[in-house]
């Protein structure tokens, strides 16, 4: 029963502390806002818009990026230089995955640039 007591003060003590705290005070400037949660057409996301031009950004346009066929096409051959290198095996396998480890990265590196 005790338990049951303490429960239902703490509950009736969070309810008003949420109470006076949503409530502002006249200090804070005079009058509630009144917040309704109802759809306005103000607020409307959704349907047909007119059309507004964006603004032209001002300075220098973006660089040029140059076509990354080959760098593709490296990380390719590395990757398959990787797999071909652990089939084989032994020192000349991992001599073919050194390598293709290595083109494979400069590749990627490449592309990234």
Same mark, same amino acid.
């Given at each position: 029963m005790r338990l049951v007591r303490f429960a239902l003060a703490?509950?009736?003590?969070?309810?008003?502390?949420? /109470?006076?705290?949503?409530? @502002?005070?006249l200090a804070q400037g005079g009058h509630a806002p009144s917040v309704s949660g109802a759809p306005?057409? /103000?607020?409307?996301?959704?349907?047909?818009?007119r059309a507004v031009?964006?603004?032209v950004p001002a300075g220098?346009?973006? @660089?040029?990026?140059?076509?990354?066929r080959q760098n593709r096409a490296m990380m390719y051959v590395g990757?398959?230089?990787?797999?071909?290198?652990?089939?084989?095996?032994g020192s000349a396998g991992a001599l073919i995955s050194?390598?293709?480890?290595?083109?494979?990265?400069?590749?990627?590196?490449?592309?990234?640039?």
């Open positions: 703490a509950a009736l003590a969070a309810a008003l502390a949420a /109470s006076t705290l949503a409530t @502002p005070t306005v057409v /103000s607020h409307a996301a959704v349907g047909v818009h031009n964006a603004p220098a346009p973006a @660089p040029f990026r140059q076509d990354t990757g398959a230089a990787l797999l071909t290198g652990a089939i084989i095996g050194v390598g293709g480890a290595v083109v494979g990265l400069w590749g990627l590196y490449q592309f990234f640039q």
